[in-house]
């Protein structure tokens, strides 16, 4: 795994582009899908134990992670309104509070195991399924979780769980057989035999029209009327495993995936009719083939269908033929996952339990005759020799228990520090020969856990508190660290901060938070002062940046907008329609790197593109504070657009396969690290195959 240069066009010459490949993050696998329609919001839990909220207001993005206990992963989850309940193996009933991200409730129902849980359609009970067969009845009215009634034992564990759309049935999936429940006295109405008893039902929906849809081990898709129990019809759907079934909010679409093969079905409900007598029958309408490996959970969101399952990838893909777009999001973590030595060309990769420290490659000296200038100014690229390969030079490990949630390396190369969930830890770091030694004594106690750490250029430290959302400074001196002050970002960022930047000479500093506040904080002699809030805008930030040496920020959206707005003079220089790009209604820009030579260009990434975008004019800010002004008389609104601000077009389009990083060398060098699809899913086992007809 090596890393490769590239030159890439640009207006004032040409970009060195380091693309680094050997950054590869294990799979962690989606086991349950969840979405509160009335905050935009899909939850979803991994093997891992964290718990990933993905705004889908607009464009999708991860907004939030919950860090669950070690070795208590979710194993199943369900909204009522904006309030989260979880459940685990471990047999704790959670409600979240997905603001701070912390539990607000704990229960544990029956001491075993919970593998299941859904809410009822008025949202005030919740049931819980077991390991020993119990299935728990909890009210969680009046913002409370109170116990309501236990049911009558069942045999088996309660892997699946549905109420009716009344709210006073219930059925429930578990080793072969399907059982249909009296909400209000807690006993079986029905109990459904499968064909075979040691077949598991895995997913169950239970719909309006009163029939109940179960997929099962053996792969069958089964069909029930509720009211008397009898089998409408049964259809094998997989080979093996029907792990996942969802139904549109029509309920006219059923889709269903699982194991082998791990290919997304869907059946369209359709009238048949046989002599006098007219029926509905699920039958077979279109089939994506989304995974390579088996999917857990499905879900129908606006006729986008949502699918996660051992790969980790986030896949969205539609329901109807007319659209075929597929967008998958890695599982990537959240926050910055490199950071940039400039003067050494280092790089350091941050991974869930370890730091790896890179030396990047250095290209051969060209001779004359390569040295061409661009005929394309589009998307051209030529692939540079390696005079130095790069060279991998420490690898830090923390206890497998310890997720690192941020790591830096100073710009300098003298300091590494990184935080995990529990702890901050500051090391010197030495050259030749390579030596980190770890700071124990004299360290302030202010150096607590962080979710952003910041070296800045003037030789300090800034570190992000999430738990209350304080920024505290620190002075390097040499094998020392000096605590100088806290800033209280909370007054203006109450929700958890996504997005810190702090301008190159130190004189700003921008956070972003969760609920779309963009809050900007100037330095006033030796104290930041807060300076305002950028207008609010509808969707959330996804990408935050600042000009070097010019006093603007560039703020991108989810739903693809792009601005820039003067600090000093309080407009904004330059404003894009929403989805300039086009691929961002499916992934949203997630980065931005500013040329410090050339402000009117503009470097911004998505998951799968490297764009470079362009000032549609000379940018002339003394002619916008005049438009500014007189808007500001005609209109009497003190924060505007400036009438002459200026758009973006675009001038290059470069293909990436999971592009998780971009950042600036120097004024000419790029660094982009990617993980290749294949190398994302190298850890797992073979993908499942299928002899198709005809083949060997």
């Given amino acids: ?88 193996l471990t047999g704790k009933l959670i409600e979240w509070d997905v603001i701070k991200l912390k539990p607000r409730y704990e229960h544990s129902p029956t001491g075993n195991a919970l593998w299941s849980i859904d809410v009822n359609p008025a949202e005030t009970d919740i049931a819980v399924g077991s390991e020993e067969g119990h299935i728990n009845l909890l009210s969680i009215e009046n913002d409370e979780i109170t116990y309501k009634s236990l049911f009558n034992k069942q045999k ?28 209000l006295k807690g006993t079986t109405l029905h109990t459904m035999t499968l064909s075979e008893n040691n077949v ?58 699982g194991m ?47 699918s996660g399952g051992l790969d980790g990838i986030l896949t969205i893909t539609s329901s109807e033929r007319r659209h075929a777009h597929l967008s998958q999001h890695a599982p990537f973590l959240k926050g910055s996952v490199a950071s940039l030595s400039i003067s050494k060309k280092l790089l350091l990769l941050r991974y869930p339990n370890s730091l790896h420290l890179w030396r990047l490659g250095s290209v051969a000296p060209q001779t004359e005759d390569k040295k061409k200038p661009w005929a394309h100014p589009v998307g ?74 910041i070296f800045t250029k003037q030789g300090g430290l800034a570190l992000l508190n999430p738990q209350n959302n304080h920024l505290s400074w620190f002075n390097l001196e040499e094998d020392r660290v000096t605590f100088k002050y806290t800033i209280d970002l909370s007054d203006n960022c109450k929700n958890a901060i996504n997005h810190l930047v702090i301008s190159s000479h130190g004189d700003y500093i921008v956070a972003a938070s969760s609920d779309h506040i963009v809050s900007v904080w100037k330095l006033h002699g030796k104290q930041y002062k807060h300076l305002l809030n ?51 209604r499916h992934y949203c820009i997630s980065g931005i790197s500013l040329d410090p030579q050339n402000p009117n260009i503009f470097i911004v990434h998505t998951e799968t593109n490297l764009y470079v975008l362009e000032r549609d004019q000379h940018l002339d800010t003394k002619e916008l504070v005049r438009s500014s002004k007189s808007k500001k008389l005609s209109n009497g609104n003190c924060s505007s657009v400036a009438a002459g601000s200026k758009g973006l077009s675009l001038k290059t389009l470069l293909p990436r396969q999971h592009l998780v990083h971009v950042s600036r060398l120097s004024s000419n060098e790029l660094v982009n690290v990617s993980i290749s699809t294949n190398n994302l899913l190298a850890p797992l086992p073979p993908p499942y195959r299928r002899k198709k007809y005809g083949a060997s």
């Fill in 1 to 88: 795994m090596t890393n490769t240069a590239k030159k890439e066009p640009q207006e004032r010459g040409k970009h060195q582009v380091h693309n680094v490949r050997f950054y590869t993050i294990k799979p962690r696998g989606i086991v349950s899908l969840a979405y509160s329609k009335s905050s935009k919001c899909l939850a979803f839990s991994r093997e891992t134990p964290v718990i990933e909220l993905w705004n889908l207001e607009h464009t999708p993005y991860l907004d939030r992670v919950i860090h669950l206990p070690p070795d208590s992963p979710a194993e199943s989850l369900a909204w009522a309104g904006n309030r989260l309940f979880s459940v685990d």
């Fill in 156 to 183: 088996g564990r309660v892997l699946c769980i549905k109420f009716d759309k009344t709210g006073t049935k219930l059925v429930t999936g578990t080793e072969g057989c399907v059982r249909i429940w009296n909400v």
């Fill in 200 to 257: 598991i039902v895995w997913s169950l929906q239970f719909l309006s029209d009163n029939t109940i849809i179960a997929g099962d081990s053996a792969g069958y898709v089964t069909v029930w009327n509720a009211e008397n129990a009898t089998q409408i019809n049964s259809t094998r759907v997989l080979d093996k495993n029907v792990f996942a079934l969802a139904v549109n909010k029509k309920e006219d679409r059923l889709v269903c995936s």
């Fill in 260 to 306: 082998q093969p791990p290919l997304i079905r869907i059946f369209s409900k359709a009238k048949i009719k046989r002599e006098e007598s007219t029926s509905e029958r699920w039958i077979k309408f279109l089939q994506r083939d989304a995974h390579k490996h088996y999917v857990k959970s499905l879900l129908v969101i606006d006729d986008q269908i949502y």
């Fill in 380 to 453: 051209h690229t030529e692939e540079l020799l390696l005079e130095q390969p790069p060279q991998k030079l420490l690898h830090l490990n923390v206890k497998e228990r310890n997720f690192i949630q941020s790591a830096a390396i100073s710009p300098d190369a003298n300091w590494i520090c990184y935080s995990t969930l529990k702890e901050l830890r500051i090391s010197r770091l030495k050259s030749d020969p390579l030596q980190v030694e770890r700071l124990v004594d004299d360290l302030p106690e202010e150096l607590q856990p962080a979710s952003h750490i």
């Fill in 534 to 584: 950028l207008p609010r805008h509808r969707a959330g930030t996804t990408s935050l940046s600042m000009h070097e040496d010019h006093p603007r920020v560039v703020v991108a959206y989810a739903n693809g907008k792009l601005v820039e707005y003067d600090l000093v003079n309080r407009i904004f220089t330059c404003e894009t329609d929403e989805y300039l790009i086009p691929e961002t």
